[in-house]
C-alpha cells in the first residue's frame, strides 16, 4: 500500500520546482523573432540579470545548462597553456576545473574537504607564494550542490584582494543565484555564471555569465575564443547576435516570468525565506543525528549552505530511504552524488518553495526513517515546526 497519490514532492535540488505562472508563460504561439517586443524582452533580461548578479557590468544569456556557463566563462578569458586555480570544496568547482582543463588549460587544485567550505586564509597563502603570477584565474563554487557547502566568497575576494594578485576571479552561483547574497561588483569578482533551473525557478536549458570591466579587457586577448560563446560577438548590434543564432524565445519568456516573482518578492525577502526553511530542515536533521546514524555532511554550522542540506547516513542505506520516500509517499529526495554516493541524501530548498512543501518533505523523511527501523532521534519535524513558529512573523 502507498499514499503516494497526489502532487509529488520535488525535493532535489535542480530542476526545481516550477511556478505555475512560469510554465503558463510558456504557453503562447511564438513570436517574430526580429519584432520590437522580442527585442525588448532580451533587453530587460540583460538589465536585470546584472541586478541579480548586483554588477554593473554586463551579463550574457546562452542556450546551455550550468556546464555551458562553465565553458562560456572559460573560453571569454584564457588561453591555452594558462593555469587556473581550482578551490575545492565538493564535486562542482572541481568539474568546472576538469572542463578547463580538456580545453587546454592548465589546472591546480587547492584541495580541500567534502566535509568543510573553502578557507580564505589557505587561498591567500598559495597566492603570495605565486610570484610570477602564473595562475591567471580562481574558480570556485558559492555552494556545493554535492557536498552541501556554503562558502564565504566575500572573505575569499578580500583574502585574493590583499595579497595583490592579479589572477581574475570567477564563481559558480548556480545553486545560490536568487536564494542567497551575491554582491558580483562589491566582493570583487570579475567573471560569474549560473543557470536557469534552481533559485530562477526556470526550466533547464539557459545559462548566464556576467563578466566585469577587468574580466572583458582580458577577454581581449584570451585565445580559448570560440563563435558561439564569444562575448564580442553577442554584443554586435544585430539581435540575433545576442543568442549566437535562434533567441530560445520560450524559455526567455518562462524566465521573464520568474524574474518578475523574484522582484515582487524582493530579493532580500527570497534571501530570509531561503534562510528560514533552510534553518528548519537544519534543526529537523540535528534532531534525527541524536541516533548516531543520520548527521550533516557538513561539519560546521556556518558552512552548511540555505539551498541544499547533504544528509550522511552512517551504516545504513540512503537509497532505500529515498525509494521509500518516493514510491510510497510521492516526495523525491536528491541522491548523494561522488564521493558521497552511496552514503547520503539530499534535501532541497531552493527556489519555489514554502513551508508546507518543507514540512511535508521532513515529515515523509521522518515516516521512512521510521518504517525502516533506521536509528534517529525522535521529534525532527517539529523542531522544524517550532523553529517556523518562532521565527516566522506573525
Known sequence: ????????????????????????????????????????????????????????????????????????????????????????????????????????????????????????????????????????????????????????????????????????????????????????????????????????????????????????????????????????????SEHYRKYAGTAPVHLLFALRKAIDMLQAEGLENAFRRHHLLAEAVRRAVAAWSEGQVIGFNIAEANERSNTVTTVTMNGHDPQALQRFCKEKCGVVLGTGIGDLSGQAFRIAHMGHVNAPMILGTLGVVEVGLNALGIPHGKGGTEAAIEYLGENVGA
Open 1 to 236: 500500500m502507498t499514499v503516494a497519490k497526489g502532487r509529488e514532492f520535488l525535493s532535489i535540488p535542480g530542476p526545481t520546482n516550477l511556478p505555475d505562472a512560469v510554465l503558463a508563460a510558456m504557453q503562447r504561439p511564438a513570436i517574430d523573432i526580429y519584432s520590437g517586443d522580442m527585442i525588448e524582452l532580451t533587453r530587460s533580461l540583460h538589465e536585470d540579470l546584472t541586478k541579480i548578479f548586483r554588477t554593473s557590468g554586463r551579463a550574457y544569456i546562452y542556450a546551455a545548462n550550468g556546464h555551458g556557463g562553465w565553458e562560456a566563462a572559460v573560453s571569454n578569458v584564457l588561453s591555452r597553456g594558462e593555469t587556473v586555480l581550482v578551490l575545492e570544496s565538493g564535486l562542482f568547482a572541481a568539474g568546472w576545473g576538469d572542463m578547463a582543463r580538456m580545453m587546454g588549460v592548465k589546472l591546480e587544485v587547492l584541495k580541500g574537504d567534502w566535509r568543510r567550505a573553502i578557507r580564505p586564509a589557505e587561498v591567500e597563502a598559495r597566492l603570495r607564494k605565486d610570484k610570477d603570477h602564473s595562475i591567471k584565474a580562481i574558480v570556485a563554487v558559492q555552494v556545493d550542490t554535492a557536498s552541501g557547502a556554503y562558502n564565504d566568497i566575500e572573505a575569499i575576494g578580500k583574502a585574493i584582494k590583499s595579497t595583490g594578485h592579479p589572477a581574475l576571479f570567477m564563481v559558480d552561483t548556480v545553486a545560490s543565484l536568487g536564494c542567497m547574497p551575491f554582491e558580483m561588483d562589491k566582493w570583487g569578482i570579475d567573471v560569474a555564471m549560473s543557470g536557469s533551473q534552481k533559485g530562477l525557478m526556470t526550466p533547464p536549458g539557459l545559462g548566464f555569465v556576467a563578466a566585469n570591466e577587468r574580466a572583458r579587457e582580458v577577454h581581449k586577448k584570451a585565445d580559448l575564443r570560440t563563435p558561439y560563446w564569444d562575448w564580442t560577438e553577442r554584443e554586435g
